[in-house]
């Protein structure tokens, strides 16, 4: 049987990791971020208080669909500290993802962010992968809603032949965004060609080849 102080270590332990799983807590009521201010920090400094206003704290960004005539044929349109400055030690964020028919928001982890959607309109096929390489897939009509754990590759993608659309929610301010296609064969500077040949069994060439569909438009 554990001892108090035993006992009283691990509470703390796990207090610990809950409060580090998200974005600090805020300290005061409001820190509107001063995004221009060239002081770095984890987040971003506030902003004089007597400057804040409303606009701080709106944005009509995610109220019409987002133009998908791209390569995967979707777009994802943040609703973060980015835009919306108030939103700057309160750790939530939205985003708006808009399909093509056969759109695809390709394979990609959020670091700092749990995502849960929300289904506006359309069908969708989703899944997500855990680190044991289970794949947890799910199709999703309107109004369905579906979690994707922190951290965890996933991806959405539209086989139905009318457009389809979702809200996204994100426990950060900021969660990042990592596309493993355009992490791997679009960095900069690039990842060696051996080491993706090597990693994913394939030959130089073909890497090559791959790292070209991900080369900036000139």
Known sequence: MAS????LLLLLTVFFFISASADPDMLQDLCVADLPSGIKINGFPCK????????????????????TNNTFGALVTGANVMTIPGLNTLGVSLSRIDYA???LNPPHTH????E???????TLDVGFL???????????K???VFAFPKGLVHFQKNN???PASVIAAFNSQLPGTQSLGATLFGSTPPVPDNILAQAFQTSSGTVKHIKSKFQPKK
Request: without cysteine; hydrophobic residues 35%; glycine residues 12%.
């Open 142 to 144: 309107k109004g369905d």
């Open 130 to 140: 855990t680190t044991a390489n289970k794949l947890i897939s799910q199709s999703l």
């Open 160 to 162: 139905g032949h009318v």
């Open 48 to 67: 004089d208080a007597a400057t804040v206003t409303s606009a701080d704290f709106f944005s009509q960004g995610l109220a019409n669909p987002g133009l």
């Open 111 to 114: 670091p700092r962010a749990t």
């Open 4 to 7: 108090p102080t035993q006992t």
């Open 116 to 122: 849960i959607v929300f289904v506006l309109e359309g």
């Open 101 to 103: 028919p056969g759109g």
